[in-house]
């Protein structure tokens, strides 16, 4: 990591001191031989008048390619900076997915310039794919792909797609259509390469379509991909009619995105996707603020219960001592058991009908780790504290029947959540150890006042 640090400073270094010296031909000779991924990595180090003189050398192909690299303000950016006739041949090279992902980023005069330099056809199609609601198929598919008639043969559809083809997102696969454009089958590059020439797609298609509708949720499509090993994936509208497809680097970023947004309501956030160093002290306290203030007022109870057993703290004052171990350690089996179980559910591993089946298993997981728990704690508490027998049993009791507690609700409330359609995430830390904390004084009090004989 550190190495590869290294290089990209010494090849900006480099770069820059090429600029300064007006030696032109050296930067494109060095472009010409990076990867496009690498290139916008220099292009972000660099000044924005710097990045775009460098991003006007590059070839059209590799330009649009380092374009829709980059983040939405240095498109922004470009876009604002150069020409019409530059806008037309970045608009060109890019594909209609990566096209509309960039538009919606975008303030209206930039898409209203966009729009403005593409023709009446590309035009129309871009305003149908941004009409498609946000984390849906639909916004996220192309529509550029191969697609074939039953009746062609092998010779006529490798002639059609030598055709094409140089301006589909992929060719891996190829899509039969009726005449009404109805998905019926598909057919891979491979199978149209080892086939007989004279063989029809009819013969040919894999009628076993794994398909989804354009209105179908970002998150049903990456569960459709890592579940069948998916390159890419035909969208269809309500009709089943053929109107554009999923390719995989689509799907990497829904994953990518999915994970922040668990990541940030994990940790009582409002999601943003919006990188952190660009994101305003304001906004960052709006996002945070409405679960705290969320989490404080539900602290309540916690409170609530420590005043209705001011008697008993009153009469052993050495109970208070062992409140926040208590606390903690139930809310960190609660967390734990959430986390599988959010996991498990993401991954389709569980669902509403296997409930009782992961209360039954926290629950003996709770049982296990719990008595080694209250065995340690209490062999520490009659070393180490100054405490009687009794103490140290209301103690290790509390702690033994918390972490169990923890443990079922912990795997219970997110199966509960995904049932009523809340997503579980929610569920994670801060909501159990907000629960957990006023449910593990409130036994450990009883527990104390019973053991202790205190009225």
Not at 215 to 227: N, V
Not at 372 to 384: D, Q, S, Y
Request: charged share 25%; glycine share 4%; hydrophobic share 45%.
């Amino acid at each position: 990591m550190e190495e590869t640090k290294v290089m990209e400073e010494t090849l900006r270094d480099t770069v820059e001191r090429s600029l300064q010296e007006n030696r032109y031909a050296d930067i494109r000779m060095l472009l010409l031989d990076m990867n496009y991924v690498d290139i916008e990595v220099l292009l972000s180090e660099l000044q924005p008048d710097k990045m775009l003189r460098i991003f006007r050398m590059l070839p059209k192909e590799t330009a649009a390619e380092v374009f829709t690299e980059m983040d939405s303000d240095m498109q922004q950016y470009i876009i604002e900076s150069i020409t019409d006739s530059e806008v037309v041949r970045i608009m060109d090279e890019l594909f209609m997915d990566d096209t509309v992902d960039f538009l919606e980023e975008m303030p209206a005069n930039v898409v209203k310039r966009v729009l403005k330099s593409t023709d009446e056809a590309t035009r129309k199609t871009i305003n149908q794919l941004l009409q498609y609601p946000d984390d849906s198929a639909g916004s996220l598919m192309t529509t550029e792909f191969v697609d074939l008639k039953k009746e062609m043969t092998v010779k006529e559809a490798l002639e059609h797609i030598r055709k094409t083809g140089v301006d589909k997102e992929t060719i891996n696969n190829c899509y039969v259509v009726s005449p009404q454009r109805k998905l019926e089958g598909t057919v891979s590059i491979r199978t149209l390469i080892l086939s007989q020439p004279d063989a029809t797609m009819e013969e040919l298609m894999d009628t076993n379509i794994k398909y989804i509708n354009t209105l179908d949720d970002q998150e049903r499509s990456a569960y459709l991909f890592r579940k069948y090993d998916l390159l890419s994936m035909p969208v269809v509208d309500r009709e089943q009619r053929l109107v554009g497809i999923i390719t995989i680097d689509d799907i990497v970023d829904v994953i990518e995105q999915e994970n922040t947004e668990d990541f940030h309501k994990m940790a009582a956030m409002t999601p943003s996707e919006i990188p952190y160093l660009k994101t305003g002290v304001f906004t960052l306290a709006k996002n945070r603020v409405t679960w705290l203030l969320v989490l404080m007022i539900s602290a309540t109870f916690t409170g609530f219960i420590i005043r209705s057993f001011e008697g008993t703290l009153s009469q052993v004052a050495s109970l208070t001592a062992y409140m926040p171990m208590l606390m903690g350690t139930a809310g960190n089996a609660g967390a734990q058991s959430s986390t599988m179980i959010i996991r498990s559910l993401a991954l389709k591993e569980l669902g509403f009908s296997d409930i009782l089946k992961v209360m039954w298993k926290e629950l003996r997981v709770g049982a296990a780790t719990a008595f080694l728990l209250a065995v340690v704690n209490f062999i520490r508490i009659m070393i180490f504290d100054s405490v009687t027998i009794p103490i140290a049993l209301a103690v290790c009791l509390s702690l033994f029947c918390i972490v169990c507690l923890a443990k079922v609700i912990g795997g219970m409330l997110p199966v509960l959540a995904d049932k009523i359609h809340v997503d579980p995430v929610l569920m994670a830390s801060p909501i159990i150890t907000t629960i957990l904390d006023a449910l593990s004084l409130f036994i450990y009090f009883r527990f104390a006042t019973s053991i202790l004989g205190i009225a």
